[in-house]
């Protein structure tokens, strides 16, 4: 087979929100990119994983201009509820903080990156496979891969960013005993369905329950998105239908008797409750960029917004690198990234230790974390550190 070369500044492996923002900051910066994705453009535009935004993600969307439709479908939330004791404590994030969170998929923003490339003929090569990296350690790295239509490519770059999410090529190209990585994993997981039916509250509700932590959350005035934990191992088929909701609605009662708005389940996964953080987020001309270098547990909803604050930073270092002949912002990238993303671990963890039930933790454990709740929504530092946290440190 012949293999076609190419040369472009940035290969971007991954078309999440990671390598898609990355391209298009990268374009206003007038650096040129080529992302590069194995799956569909319909499989990466229907796929539900996040649904909320940070206020720094909504403000740089709308600062790029790919606000507009974010401002007209998107919901914005001033505060959630924390349900315990089978009653509310709301967070009034706006009130304490000033900014507010706002509900709008992944596969939204996906959607309207994916169409703002198409309308400025930015390069997405979709269905590409065998992506390999190469001469990570030179100043010209390549990427070789075949494209949809069976050619084999050499892209040759400056540089190479890795935003293929946790289960991609490039953190494992890089040569072993280069990176230290830091785990750790909760003793159970999370079941996710989408459903059609319309919120059965107006905000978010985290709940935790003896039986277990459940989410309600919501993608429209439609659509219902909830999430229960489970056992660690359990399996879809063990969640027919009616047992999600019935479980549902035990995990979200209240004293006043709350009852959720029960329909069709148009979508169900298992998410696994794991942190992960890969140090230093580059070597060479390769840079690690979202969830290629670090899961966070999505009790707090921050990798999507982790994944956005990264490649905001590393649009500039490369820019800063490829056209200043300024090596320091790249050379700062990773330890500056990584001061949020330890951030963002830190109140992740903290906040699915509050709410979940750990099956391993003694009774000592659980009044540890009740106590926890109760002081989050009794004193107003502590609900004030915890809305900051919430909803997202600014970019600097
Ligand atoms: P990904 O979205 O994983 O994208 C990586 C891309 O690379 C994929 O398209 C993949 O197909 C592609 N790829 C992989 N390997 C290759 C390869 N070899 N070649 C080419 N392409 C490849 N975050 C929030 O901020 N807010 C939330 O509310 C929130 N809720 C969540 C709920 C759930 C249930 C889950 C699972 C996650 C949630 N997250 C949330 C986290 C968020 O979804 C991720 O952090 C985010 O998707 C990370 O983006 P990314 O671009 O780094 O990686
Ligand atoms: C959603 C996901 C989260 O992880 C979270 O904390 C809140 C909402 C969601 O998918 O809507």
Same mark, same amino acid.
């Given at each position: ?25 990268? !374009? ?192 429209? @005035? ?74 966070? @547990?999505?009790?707090? @909803? ?16 490369? !820019?800063?690198?490829?056209?200043? $002949? ?10 500056? $990234? ?59």
């Amino acid at each position: 087979m012949t293999t076609h070369t190419r040369d472009v500044e940035v290969g971007i492996v991954g078309a999440g929100p990671a390598g898609l923002m990355l391209s298009y900051l990268l !374009h206003l910066q007038g650096v040129e990119a080529v992302v590069l994705e194995k799956h569909s453009r319909h499989h990466v535009e229907q796929r539900v994983r996040a649904g909320v935004c940070g206020q720094p993600t909504v403000d740089l969307l709308r600062d790029i201009g790919l606000g507009a439709r974010l401002e007209l479908e998107g919901l914005p939330h001033h505060g959630f509820s924390l349900r315990f004791d089978r009653r509310d404590h709301r967070v009034p994030l706006t009130e304490l903080t000033g900014k507010r969170i706002t509900v709008y998929g992944q596969q939204e923003i996906a959607k309207d990156l994916i169409r703002a490339h198409a309308e400025k003929n930015l390069p997405i090569e979709f269905e590409v496979s065998d992506v390999a990296l190469h001469d990570l350690d030179t100043e010209r790295p390549c990427v070789t891969y075949v494209d949809a239509t069976g050619n084999a490519v050499r892209l040759r770059c400056a540089a190479v960013a890795g935003c293929d999410g946790f289960d991609g090529v490039s953190r494992h190209s890089l040569p072993s005993g280069v990176l230290t990585v830091y785990e750790h994993e909760f003793p159970y997981a999370w079941l996710g369905v989408l459903a059609h039916t319309p919120p059965s509250h107006g905000e978010l509700i985290y709940a935790a329950h003896e039986r277990g932590f459940a989410l309600h959350s919501m993608r429209s @005035p439609e659509l219902t998105r909830l999430y229960l934990q489970i056992d660690l191992g359990d399996r879809l088929e063990h969640w027919p239908d009616e047992r999600v909701w019935e479980e549902l609605q035990r995990r979200l009662d209240t004293v006043d008797g709350f009852r959720l708005r029960e329909g069709p389940l148009l979508d169900k996964s298992i998410t696994s409750m794991f942190c992960f953080v890969a140090e230093p987020m580059c070597h060479g001309r390769l840079f690690l960029a979202g969830d290629a270098a670090h899961i966070v @547990p999505p009790t707090g @909803p921050k990798g999507m917004n982790l994944a956005v604050a990264d490649v905001r930073r590393l649009a500039y270092a490369l !820019h800063r690198l490829l056209r200043r $002949c300024d090596p320091e912002p790249a050379r700062t990238y990773s330890e500056s $990234c990584l001061r949020r993303v330890w951030c963002a671990q830190q109140f992740s963890c903290q906040m699915t230790a509050m709410l979940h039930r750990d099956p391993d933790a003694d009774d000592f454990a659980r009044r540890l974390a009740l106590a926890q709740l109760r002081h989050t929504v009794s004193s107003r530092p502590a609900a004030a550190s915890f809305a900051e946290d919430y909803v997202g440190l600014p970019f600097e």
